[in-house]
C-alpha cells in the first residue's frame, strides 16, 4: 500500500517537472554541442571569465554581509 503511494507521487514528480522544465531540458539537449569550433585560448579565456564573475558574486554577498550584521 504504502510502496503503490509512494510510487504514484513519484509518478506526479515526474509529470510535474518534465510539464515545467520539459522546454529548458529541451533546449540544453539541442545545444549540449558547441556548433562552433573553440581554440585552446578561447576555452581559457571562457574559464577566466567564469571564474572573475563568481569572485564578483562572492564579494558582492561579503558586501551585503556585512553591510546586513553592521561590521
Not at 581559457?44 to 553591510?67: D, G, N, P
Amino acid at each position: 500500500m504504502i510502496k503503490r503511494r509512494i510510487v504514484s507521487i513519484a509518478g506526479l514528480l515526474k509529470k510535474f517537472m518534465q510539464r515545467r522544465f520539459g522546454s529548458i531540458i529541451e533546449i540544453n539537449r539541442r545545444y549540449r554541442q558547441p556548433r562552433i569550433k573553440m581554440t585552446p585560448a578561447t576555452r581559457v579565456l571562457l574559464l577566466l571569465l567564469r571564474i572573475y564573475l563568481i569572485l564578483l558574486v562572492l564579494i558582492l554577498f561579503y558586501k551585503f554581509f556585512t553591510i546586513i550584521t553592521g561590521g
